[in-house]
Structures are given as structure tokens and as C-alpha cells.
């Protein structure tokens, strides 16, 4: 087998990407910036498994539900006598630890997770089988008030990020689970009577899931719907005055929002207040951030208390491909803040080993510095330069003369000017007054 031939069966899976220490920066930045926003509100982080039982998907998310049915990960155990899925999602996991450690025992719960989701979908443009998702969940919240301060919450995420003006708010309610069955009775008897006009997969859908077919992209079956029956005609009085009361909030409060009255949401847990936050831009209309209500989850799970629940999740990936589109100067920055505090370069007989001790000595006596040591015989201009293309603030020359008399040549980068040469015991005083 040639080298090439092996290495190709070493590449990474179709939909899976590698996240480089160029983006790895990014991503890190933007998810401490909407952690902040998150502690002013009083959210704590959760961390989840990554596999759960399939059974809980199937019983909250929904057995009929593409998630489910197409896109999951599935596998039996070692035993082969339990079937295990790597999550597509988040908020069950959530709602399962907490009934299982004992959360929601006469306690509300503010939490929030960051982690890999895993669908198998086709792969596309902001759209990858292993997948980012910061998300927000808010257990034991029943009013509308909430549900507008969890969009409140958001809306301030897109401002400290510079997007708010391109992302979109759109709304609805689905009602409650009693209210959607009846619509969907009388939504699949509409299909059944037009079931000529639908390809093959969507005459699957209309009988198997039609409230799935609202938000298609089919122009031909966008036409068809303008004469389907409308969800908000069999949504029951509580429900509308629940979303009727968060839109008068949203207004109040200056935030924009667009209702969409065919929003659905594609797992069967959700209900009442449907939300999306969706990219405005022409290239890239996908997205960001979806979420809703879903009271009557802990049902599902078989628990024996309510716990009126909404929550959130932000696709991170889709996030960074937002703001590289419409906010350079955002990703400039970020990119600017990577800075290595201090190159180290070599000149003459200076080893590895005393650069090395050297770096350490650095590291013991100043707090939360970084360095980066060059390795290697090249000449000090090629050393400055590499410091130089790792954005470093300063550089420190060990030249065996100097340092053999206890100096060292310094050079702050950020600052025109030549090399300084001090004594080491002004070292650590020198790095205060320019770090």
C-alpha cells in the first residue's frame, strides 16, 4: 500500500472537523463571552454524558421524529443487550441528570452546558455531524416572564458580539401536546386528500408526523400549505394569553421579534412559546439559536412532579460563521488578544537545558504568563521574526556573553525602538512596567 493510500484511511470522518488552534482561539473567546452574560443571571455549568440510553431519546424527543429515525448514532452496548446513542441534543440529557441527582426537589435551576452533539445529516455549509451547542436551560419557570428573559438573555449575547442587527427573532406557540394532536388529526386528513401532491418522502411524513411539514422548503409544498389548516385556530385560550403576554414583554422591553406562524420545533417535547434566532445575511440564512417551553418533559421521563421548563441552544460553529461574515473587526481582535507574552531566543552556546530553567525560573515568579521558546540554531533576525509571526509582546535574547555576566537583551515588540540590555535582577521589574 503507497503512503498516500494509508494516510487517506487515517482522515478524519465525513462531517466530523478538526477545530485548529486558530479557531480553537475563537471559539474559546466567543464562548467565554456569553459565559459572562450567563453568571450576571445566575447560571451554573452542567456537564453530561456524551452517551445516553437511546430510550430516552426516543420517549422525550419522539420515535417518529427524523432526529430519531434517521440521524441518531445507535449501537449496542458490549453485551449487545442495551442500545446507546451519542446525543443529538442536550436538554434531555439535562433533565435526566437533574430528576436523577435530585435538582429539581422544590428547586428551580439555572443551567447551562457547552459540549459535541452528534446527528448523521448530510454535511453542508454550517451544517456538520459532530457539532457544537452552548446551551441555556431554566428548570421550574412557568411565566412569561421567563420566557422573555431567556430571549432577553440572547438578545443581549448578540449585542456583545456586534450581530444583534444582523439575526433575526422569529416566534410562535404550538400549544399544548392535547392542542397539537387535535391539529394534527385534522392537518393529516388535509394531507390524505392532497397526497398526489407530495413526493414520495413527504406522503411518508403525512402520515407518519404532518405538523413536520410546515416548515418546508419545498416551494411546491409551500404552495399546497398556504390552504392547510392553521395551527393557532386549535391552540386553547391559556396557551395563546401565555404567548400573547410574551410578545407584550418582548415589546416593552425593544426587543424585535417576527412571528412565524409554521415555526416548529422538530422534537415532540416542546410546547407553548416556539423560538429562532436566524442569520439575515444572503449567503448564510441558517439558524443560530432555537429553543422554547417544554413543561411537561419531566412527564415523559416518568417523574412525579412538575416542572415547567424552557430552555435554548446556540450552534457554535454556525455562531463563528456568522460573525467572520458581518463582524472582521470582531475576529481581528480576537485574534489579536492570542498573544504570547515572551519569545525566548538563544545566541552562541546557550542550550536547550539552560533556556529551558530559564523559562521556569520566569513561570515560578510571575503569575499567568505565557512563553514560548525557540528551538533551533537560526540567526536572532529569523528568531525575532518568528516571535514576531506568533504575535508576541516581547522578546528575550540569552546571548552566552550577556548571560554568562548575569544580562539578557529585551525588545518590546508592541514598541519601535532597539534591544535593552539589563541585568537580570531588573528583569522581573522590567516585564511589570511593559507587560
Known amino acids: 500500500m503507497l503512503k498516500n493510500d494509508m494516510f487517506r484511511n487515517v482522515r478524519s470522518l465525513r462531517g466530523m472537523k478538526d477545530i485548529l488552534p486558530r479557531d480553537s482561539h475563537i471559539y474559546r473567546t466567543l464562548e467565554s463571552k456569553i459565559q459572562e452574560i450567563l453568571f450576571q443571571y445566575g447560571f451554573q455549568e452542567i456537564r453530561t454524558p456524551i452517551l445516553e440510553k437511546t430510550e430516552l431519546f426516543e420517549r422525550t424527543i ?10 441518531m448514532y445507535t449501537f449496542l452496548n458490549k453485551r449487545g443487550n442495551t442500545r446507546i446513542s451519542l446525543r443529538p441534543e442536550n436538554t434531555v440529557s439535562c433533565a435526566r441528570a437533574g430528576i436523577e441527582n435530585g435538582l429539581f426537589r422544590n428547586k428551580k435551576q439555572r443551567l447551562w452546558y457547552l459540549g459535541p452533539m452528534f446527528r448523521y445529516d448530510r454535511p453542508q455549509y454550517g451544517r456538520n455531524r459532530q457539532f457544537h451547542q452552548l446551551g441555556i436551560e431554566m428548570f421550574g419557570f412557568n411565566s412569561p416572564v421567563f420566557d422573555a428573559e431567556l430571549i432577553s438573555i440572547m438578545f ?7 450581530i444583534d442587527q444582523y439575526i433575526t427573532l422569529e416566534l410562535n406557540s404550538i400549544g399544548s401536546i392535547s392542542d397539537r394532536e387535535i391539529y394534527r388529526n385534522s392537518l393529516k386528513k388535509f394531507f390524505q386528500s392532497n397526497l398526489k401532491k407530495l ?13 413536520r411539514l410546515l416548515d418546508s422548503k419545498d416551494p411546491d409544498l409551500n404552495q399546497l400549505l398556504v390552504h392547510a ?5 386549535y391552540i386553547g385560550k391559556e396557551c395563546m394569553d401565555h404567548f400573547y403576554e410574551l410578545c407584550r414583554i418582548l415589546q416593552k422591553i425593544g426587543i ?28 448564510f440564512q441558517k439558524t443560530i439559536c432555537a429553543g422554547g417551553r417544554y413543561d411537561y ?4 421521563l416518568g417523574y412525579n412532579r412538575s416542572v415547567p421548563s424552557l430552555g435554548c441552544a446556540i450552534g457554535i460553529e454556525r455562531l463563528v460563521i456568522l460573525i467572520e461574515e458581518v463582524n472582521q473587526d470582531l475576529i481581528h481582535e480576537y485574534h489579536n488578544s492570542k498573544l504570547i507574552d515572551i519569545y525566548l531566543c538563544k545566541q552562541g552556546l546557550i542550550n536547550s537545558e539552560e533556556i529551558f530553567f530559564f523559562s521556569e525560573r520566569i513561570r515560578s515568579r510571575i503569575k499567568n504568563v505565557s512563553i514560548m521558546i525557540h528551538h533551533g540554531s537560526d540567526k536572532t533576525k529569523k528568531q525575532v521574526s518568528k516571535a514576531i509571526q506568533n504575535n508576541a509582546k516581547i522578546v528575550i535574547i540569552l546571548k552566552e556573553n550577556f548571560y554568562r555576566s548575569n544580562k539578557i537583551l529585551i ?3 508592541k514598541k519601535k525602538g532597539s534591544l535593552d540590555i539589563i541585568p537580570l535582577e531588573k528583569l522581573y521589574g522590567f516585564l511589570d512596567e511593559i507587560r
Open 229 to 233: 389548516p392553521l395551527l393557532e385556530e
Open 199 to 211: 413526493s414520495l418522502e413527504d406522503q411518508k411524513m403525512a402520515i407518519s408526523d404532518p405538523i
Open 411 to 413: 525588545k518590546n515588540l
Open 256 to 283: 424585535r421579534y417576527v412571528i412565524n406562524k409554521r415555526l416548529v420545533r422538530g422534537l415532540d417535547y416542546y410546547n407553548r412559546t416556539v423560538f429562532e434566532w436566524v442569520s439575515g445575511i444572503s449567503n
Open 297 to 300: 418533559l419531566m412527564d415523559l
Open 62 to 71: 419522539g420515535k417518529k421524529t427524523e432526529v430519531v429515525r434517521k440521524e
Open 156 to 162: 443581549k449575547i448578540w449585542k456583545s458580539l456586534a
